[in-house]
């Protein structure tokens, strides 16, 4: 309805958030080039010889500005959190300075606001949104001024641009163990914003992970049509706790489903954020999308001038990123959780840091067909690319 | 869908509307009286931010609504003065005061946005009625807020349609003129339900940060002000039928999520438009209805400036 009943009211209203959003970003400048900042202070005692500062004013500061474009509020207790963390470590990188979009439409607006942050200097655009060709298309057309991120699959990209992704799948079996291991009464529930291949990845995940500890294990999916919707995200939730489920998931941005599991009384596990603080009492862990390292990676590449481009096929050439410390790993356990489900969670997840690949078949889709034989081992570009169906045990309404 | 489930869906569809009812009664008042506050989504964003940063400076979410419901007033009041008293163009102020009000709590609220909850409406199931079978499952384990809210617009129907002052109400609503020559103060009395109509809806937009969602975000009402606008016509002016509207519109949105969860196998953009689609389809209905018969049922002075003479 909002999208119906007060179309020009939204495209205004859009206006004045971006400007809010633009003015209030948060520019978390980390201008402080700790090179130079030491030698002032110990003109007078010349003690400490050895921790000689010019080692590091050998590589010369190469400015480089940073904007990240996000979808929905910032601070939204979830998504945008973690990858804020990510933008601020690429601020900690000497001589960048990141800031922050908010608010990011899916529609044209988001390529006027791409244009617009180049023009106010931005050499890197990293959307973490999604926005797919509203971005690739404004990248094209500044082949020699800015590079290019995207967190997902961009689809077909110009030379200047690359895209990481991570192996949610993995991350989605691992809270499906941590989910089939608590629940009692066999179903578990999953918020999910669109039918897009990242949920059906992350769907398949959390029902096999779940269905390998619990052959019983039945998953129920909720589309709530948005990332970012507290109000739909709660009553989705309620609906699934009414259905009979114990564990809830987000795949959407926020922590209203959480909050309805410590209502209610269920557990849920969490995506991309690690909830353990906004929800002690529901969450066994988390999912948390760590992206840091490659993030820094990445900046001190560009400055050295070695971007590399994931070139413009998709797939082969998005390498999904590692997972384990430092990256996309699991988060806090609540206090709640039993030590020998802790201890099983995080054996099989330390398995996949190590290479283990969980997805292999028998595999049945929902009606029961075998869709994968015995013994065959599905491939990262299958799990990223070619999963279009559901597996056994998932109901979810199809599109 | 078995017995407990949609006992349980019941239970969350009236749960989920109980802003939706509050406004629309609000609504109701302000119409009666011959001003339509286009200005409701507004009004309930800023109630929603003022209750939740009242609940969280207070601990009190009583407190919180009461706040909720003081700042209603006050931005509704924005709009009595400049439409009652300098009769400007009701739609134009309305939706301008809306856009100030997305832009405001916006802003203001930034700071707030996924800061966790501090006090909550909690549930207060009824002794006795809450123990029935499927009934009390139903209608009996709700907030007091809820159960209020189910009240109000009999309270409503007996002050319209059983009391003196009901009377000079409708009168003034459809014909401020004949009501003015009665001595009955026309811009006062907008002016004094332009407020309570803010008083409610505030109530109603806080009801959504401390009773529903527990959080803000900007825009957290998401619409559920023009949809209480939409119930009051969809109700035809009649209070009670306020309460079936906001009921329905609750049971679609909700129905939404239940057919995901039961596999009926729709596509859930379907689900997602279902409760908009619905409201127009029966406001169609109605108005064919009204038509066939000859009469239409809103207040005669509906949307005009008074002048008096």
């Not at chain 1, 010349?46 to 996000?70: C, D, M, R």
Request: hydrophobic share 50%.
């Amino acid at each position: 309805m909002r999208n119906r009943k007060i179309v020009p009211a939204v495209l205004l209203v859009g206006l004045v958030s971006l400007v809010a959003a633009c003015s209030s970003s948060t520019p978390a400048a980390t201008e402080a080039a700790p090179a130079a900042t030491e030698a002032p202070a110990a003109t007078e005692a010349p003690a400490a010889t050895e921790a000689a500062a010019p080692a590091v004013s050998e590589a010369p500061v190469v400015p480089l500005n940073i904007t990240w474009l996000y979808t929905g509020p910032e601070n939204d207790g979830g998504y945008n959190v973690i990858n804020e963390v990510a933008m601020n470590a690429m601020g900690t990188v000497p001589g960048v300075k990141v800031n922050g979009i908010f608010d990011v439409p899916y529609s044209d607006e988001a390529s006027q606001i791409t244009r617009q942050a180049i023009a106010n200097g931005a050499q890197v655009i990293v959307d973490t949104t999604g926005i797919g060709t509203y971005l690739t298309d404004v990248c094209a057309e500044n082949l020699d001024k800015v590079y290019c991120y995207s967190g997902a699959d961009a689809g077909p990209q110009p030379a200047n641009s690359a895209s990481w992704w991570l192996p949610d799948w993995d991350l989605s079996y691992a809270a499906g163990v941590a989910a089939g291991l608590m629940t009692k009464s066999n179903i578990i529930g999953a918020v999910v914003p669109y039918e897009i291949p990242i949920a059906v990845q992350g769907i398949n995940g959390y029902a096999l992970g779940c269905q390998s500890v619990n052959p019983a294990c039945e998953v129920k999916v909720v589309y709530m049509n948005s990332y970012f919707d507290p109000t739909a995200a709660t009553k989705a939730s309620k609906t699934l706790v009414n259905a009979g489920a114990d564990v809830l998931r987000n795949l959407t941005d926020d922590a209203s489903f959480c909050k309805v599991a410590e209502e209610e009384g269920v557990y849920a596990v969490g995506e991309y954020n690690d909830f353990a603080s906004a929800c002690p009492n529901s969450i066994i862990t988390s999912t948390v999308w760590d992206f840091s390292d490659y993030m820094i990676e990445e900046a001190k590449e560009i400055q050295a001038g070695m971007f590399q481009s994931t070139g413009d096929s998709g797939f082969p050439e998005i390498t999904p990123l590692k997972i384990g410390l430092g990256g996309p790993r699991l988060g806090t356990f609540g206090a709640f959780v039993p030590a020998d489900v802790k201890a099983q969670v995080e054996g099989i997840f330390a398995e996949m840091v190590d290479g283990k690949n969980f997805f292999v078949g028998p595999i049945y889709d929902q009606k029961g067909k075998e869709k994968v034989k015995a013994g065959v081992e599905l491939d990262d570009k299958f799990l990223f690319h070619g999963w279009d169906w559901y597996v056994k045990g998932v109901t979810a309404s199809e599109g | 869908m078995d017995y407990q489930f949609l006992a349980l869906t019941i239970a969350t569809a009236i749960g989920i509307s109980t802003a939706i009812l509050v406004a629309a009664t609000g609504e109701l008042l302000v119409e009666k009286v011959g001003v339509y506050n286009i200005a409701l989504e507004g009004v309930m964003l800023v109630g929603a931010l003022t209750g939740f940063i009242a609940g969280q400076t207070t601990g009190s979410w009583v407190l919180g609504l009461i706040a909720g419901g003081v700042a209603g007033c006050a931005f509704a009041m924005v709009f009595g003065l400049i439409t009652v008293v300098l009769r400007t163009d009701m739609i134009v102020v309305g939706v301008a005061l809306i856009l100030v009000a997305l832009g405001t709590t916006q802003t203001i609220g930034s700071s707030y946005v996924a800061v966790e909850a501090v006090t909550k409406i909690p549930n207060a199931d009824i002794p006795v009625l809450s123990s029935l079978p499927f009934i009390g499952t139903a209608l009996f384990q709700q907030t007091w807020v809820t159960y209020i809210a189910m009240a109000l617009p009999f309270v409503v129907a007996f002050i319209l349609f059983r009391t003196r002052h009901g009377l000079n109400m409708r009168a003034i609503g459809e014909n401020p003129n004949a009501a003015d020559t009665a001595g009955i103060s026309v811009i006062g009395w907008r002016l004094f339900y332009v407020a309570v109509g803010g008083v409610l809806a505030g109530v109603g937009g806080a009801y959504i940060t401390l009773g529903i969602v527990d959080s803000w975000a900007g825009n957290v009402t998401a619409g559920q002000g023009w949809i209480a606008f939409a119930i009051v016509f969809f109700a035809g002016w009649q209070p009670l039928w306020i309460l079936v509207g906001a009921y329905f519109f609750g049971a679609l949105s909700v129905l939404g999520d239940v057919g995901q969860v039961m596999g009926w196998g729709v596509p859930s953009e379907a689900f997602t438009v279902l409760p908009y689609v619905g409201t127009v389809a029966v406001m169609m209905l109605r108005a064919w209805k009204q038509k066939s018969k000859g009469a239409v049922s809103w207040p005669a002075a509906l949307g005009l400036p008074f002048y008096r003479g």
